[in-house]
């Protein structure tokens, strides 16, 4: 039952995103903020950094959440998951309120399998960490938030380089420091 509904939230998710990809367009690109809705240290590029962060960051503690939940984990990695859950569940929290203050809509859809954004783990591979146990679980889940921390750590650097937005662009730098680090120690733990 859970890797169905897991299935069904992903198409869901899919679905969503493409909507929401949609209606980014509406928010004029270059900054000009044509659709009037941006205050003007806000621009397009910090609305998409954090509509597309906040499903990433969900996606990251829901692997968390099934590696803690599988029997026979490395104690060290129970406790790199346990420190991902802490750090990015108030990440999300603060980037709600950003959208909310921005009049910007969150990416509908929840979290689940979002292929196609950089890092997010397929629902293939989300059900194979579910199902895995001890060792196997332990890789699966290594490999996978390396591969979703490089894809995190590129959406900060793109919004360093295109966003205009202070706390975005100070959020962003914490990203790509935070899970380097853990890529690296990640590393270390695979070999």
């Given amino acids: 039952m859970r890797g169905h509904n897991r299935r069904i939230l992903g198409?869901?998710?899919?679905?969503?995103?493409?909507?929401?990809?949609?209606s980014c367009t509406m928010i004029d690109p270059g900054g000009m903020h044509g659709s009037g809705d941006l205050p003007d240290d806000v621009n397009a590029a910090d609305v998409m950094f954090v509509q597309m962060m906040i499903p990433h960051h969900e996606q990251a503690i829901e692997?968390?959440?099934?590696?803690?939940?599988?029997?026979?984990?490395?104690?060290?990695?129970?406790?790199?998951?346990?420190?991902?859950?802490?750090a990015q569940g108030p990440e999300i929290v603060?980037?709600?309120?950003w959208l909310d203050a921005w009049g910007q809509p969150s990416m509908p859809g929840g979290h689940g399998g979002h292929g196609g954004m950089d890092?997010?783990?397929?629902?293939?591979?989300?059900?194979?960490?579910?199902?895995?146990?001890?060792?196997?679980?332990t890789r699966l889940f290594l490999e996978?938030?390396?591969?979703?921390?490089?894809?995190?750590?590129?959406?900060a650097e793109d919004v360093i380089d295109d966003g205009q937005n202070a706390a975005v662009r100070e959020l962003a730098d914490t990203i790509i420091v935070t899970?380097?680090?853990?890529?690296?120690?990640?590393r270390d733990l695979l070999d």
């Fill in 11 to 22: 198409g869901i998710a899919a679905g969503a995103i493409a909507m929401a990809l949609a």
């Fill in 63 to 86: 692997m968390a959440e099934l590696v803690l939940d599988s029997p026979g984990i490395d104690p060290a990695v129970i406790t790199l998951a346990t420190e991902i859950k802490a």
């Fill in 94 to 97: 603060q980037m709600e309120q």
């Fill in 119 to 137: 890092g997010m783990l397929s629902d293939d591979k989300l059900q194979r960490l579910a199902d895995a146990e001890g060792e196997e679980a």
């Fill in 144 to 155: 996978g938030m390396i591969e979703h921390h490089e894809g995190a750590i590129d959406m």
């Fill in 179 to 186: 899970q380097q680090a853990e890529i690296d120690l990640m």
